[in-house]
């Protein structure tokens, strides 16, 4: 079955201790993302990756590390995880348009974040 | 980058119609419409998605204003799995150019049986 798979989907955390949170999909895409959804504020990019070793800067970046070694792997680190950092964070992916096409992207379960 | 504007909510009857507008006033020639929609504990799910010409699918139609700066979602015929936050977001082709996403707020459906 296609899928985006995130690990945990459920975390509760400490200020300052450093957390991973896991994506990981199996349809070969090359295109991964990460997203965080508050109340209010809708979904905001926080990282994307067009390919292996390539990432750049969504809209909400700060606090965040992301790292592409591996097509279906995409990770969140939280170097030092703070309160506001609390959240549903979504993993995505798509293929890559490469010809003007454009894909559609499928969401992971999402995982809720606490930091106290 | 360019945003999009919905309605924070909408109502509708089982089994009727149902509209959902986006304006997106300053979209670019390069920029997809896309639509999304969440159902409660969900991750956002795939609709539909169109450049310039009306599209349909199982799911939904897409009508696309001829100048692209409005888009309107079309539910043939509610049904209560329908209830969800619908999201109309423009993707850039991203042709080397990076595919970064802006999401709108959302526009809440209430379907009514």
């Known amino acids: 079955e296609a899928q985006v798979t995130q690990n945990p989907r459920y975390l509760i955390t400490v200020t300052g201790k450093k957390l991973t949170v896991t994506c990981s999909q199996n349809m070969n895409h090359e295109y991964m993302s990460w997203y965080r959804q508050d109340p209010g504020l809708g979904l905001r990019q926080i990282y994307y990756s067009m390919n292996v070793e390539v990432t750049d800067k969504g809209d909400v970046p700060e606090g965040y590390k992301v790292s592409r070694k591996e097509k279906r792997n995409f990770p969140l680190i939280l170097e030092s995880p703070s309160p506001n950092q609390t959240s549903l964070y979504f993993c995505?992916?798509?293929?890559?348009?490469?010809?003007?096409?454009?894909?559609?992207?499928?969401f992971g379960p999402g995982t809720r974040l606490t930091v106290t | 980058d360019a945003k999009t504007t919905q309605p924070n909510s909408m109502e509708s009857n089982e089994e009727e119609p149902v509209h959902l507008p986006c304006n997106h006033s300053?979209?670019?020639?390069?920029?997809?419409i896309h639509w999304y929609r969440q159902l409660p504990s969900q991750g956002p799910e795939y609709v539909i998605h169109g450049l310039t010409s009306n599209v349909n699918n199982r799911m939904a139609s897409l009508a696309i204003a001829e100048d692209r700066k409005s888009s309107t979602l079309i539910l043939h015929r509610a049904t209560l799995r329908d209830a969800a936050v619908y999201y109309c977001i423009l993707r850039d082709k991203g042709l080397g150019s990076g595919s970064r996403l802006t999401f709108g707020e959302g526009t809440q459906l209430t379907v009514n049986p």
């Open positions: 300053t979209i670019s020639g390069t920029d997809y």
């Open positions: 995505a992916s798509s293929l890559s348009s490469r010809t003007g096409v454009s894909y559609e992207q499928y």
